[in-house]
């Protein structure tokens, strides 16, 4: 059937990234959407972030990914005591022609054990659930039955049978994260998380018996300590779907200034590469409790014929609010997912 081949090429384009799930260029800056166990997991009371990502506007019709979350301590952080986190994230993403878009909310909890009496070993995991809605708009789409010889006539009949244009589903996901610190100098993360675990069916054809494949992710982050004023940061983030394979790999530099206790001031660039896929150019600064980044998808894939090296931009900001005892601290100048 025709509508099954156009259905095909949408998902097709979606997935040129070579992962079929949605990504992030800033996969640093998603933290709870890239592990559950992340959840949690930063130095602060409470983090609210937004994300936007526009991809393909090239090649195109422009894909679209907006994600809000935000992320708490539930059991406080103390020397030597295990604690827990909670969190929410709304994910909206619409791609293509046919609008076909995922609407996602997603609650997770975590729970971190620390692995010595000082607190800079921890062992965390976490888990979350989410009602997912995916869905297309059919009466955007063109069938060649709809041409009368001179025109395109959208009151013609196309003459294909036309699957649901939504299913809804629940999809769950789990992680592990492991956390070492040392004295201020030199802080490195491990992560591993699962999505998809349930195999929930998706396709939207009313033959489908599609289900998704569950996505395997691996993380490594870490922050160096060159001077007082400049840390490296090094991330890895490693994506498998069925054959699909997702390496991105990279590393910021971040400049601190700290004028006083309470408020504090970071300059950061950095450059990841999405190996087959892309070449990402970051710039991002922090201000007090505020974060913002930008980051560009240069695209040296097979698509860069019809690209022209233009991929994705994406945007993110990231206010981490104060502490209990009223203070800012931001020793970790690096994003620590």
């Not at 619409?94 to 607190?119: C, H």
């Not at 675990?197 to 992710?217: I, Q, T, Y």
């Not at 490693?238 to 700290?258: K, P």
Request: proline share 4%; aromatic share 12%; charged share 20%.
């Amino acid at each position: 059937m025709r509508i099954t081949v156009l259905i095909m090429f949408f998902i097709s384009l979606w997935l040129s990234s070579l992962s079929q799930d949605i990504h992030f260029s800033q996969h640093y800056f998603t933290p709870v959407f890239t592990n559950p166990a992340n959840t949690g997991l930063f130095e602060g009371k409470y983090r609210m972030g937004l994300q936007y990502r526009n991809q393909w506007n090239a090649v195109t019709t422009p894909f679209k990914t907006l994600m809000a979350a935000g992320d708490m301590m539930i059991i406080r952080k103390k020397p030597g005591r295990g604690y827990a986190g909670a969190g929410l994230m709304i994910l909206g993403d619409r791609a293509g022609d046919g609008a076909y878009g995922i609407t996602q909310a997603a609650l997770s909890l975590s729970w971190f054990q620390p692995l010595d009496r000082k607190g800079r070993n921890y062992l965390g995991a976490g888990i979350s659930a989410a009602p997912t809605e995916v869905s297309v708009n059919f009466n955007r789409l063109r069938f060649p039955d709809q041409y009368d010889g001179n025109m395109f006539n959208p009151n013609i009949p196309h003459g294909e049978s036309i699957g649901r244009e939504w299913r809804y589903y629940p999809d769950l996901a789990a992680g592990l994260v492991w956390l070492l610190t040392q004295t201020g100098q030199q802080e490195v993360q491990l992560g591993f998380s699962a999505f998809h675990l349930n195999r929930p069916k998706w396709g939207l054809l009313e033959s489908s018996a599609e289900k998704l494949s569950v996505r395997w992710s691996a993380q490594a982050s870490a922050r160096q300590k060159l001077s007082e004023e400049w840390h490296l940061c090094p991330s890895m983030l490693f994506n498998i779907q069925d054959r699909h394979r997702e390496l991105l790999i990279g590393s910021n530099v971040s400049w601190s200034r700290w004028d006083r206790s309470d408020l504090a001031a970071t300059l950061r660039a950095g450059i990841h590469s999405r190996l087959g896929d892309a070449l990402i150019i970051l710039l991002g600064a922090d201000l007090g409790a505020m974060s913002y980044n930008i980051s560009y998808d240069i695209n040296y894939s097979g698509l860069k014929k019809a690209s022209y090296l233009r991929g994705g931009l994406e945007l993110s900001l990231q206010y981490t609010f104060l502490k209990p005892d009223g203070t800012l601290k931001r020793e970790v100048t690096c994003p620590i997912f």
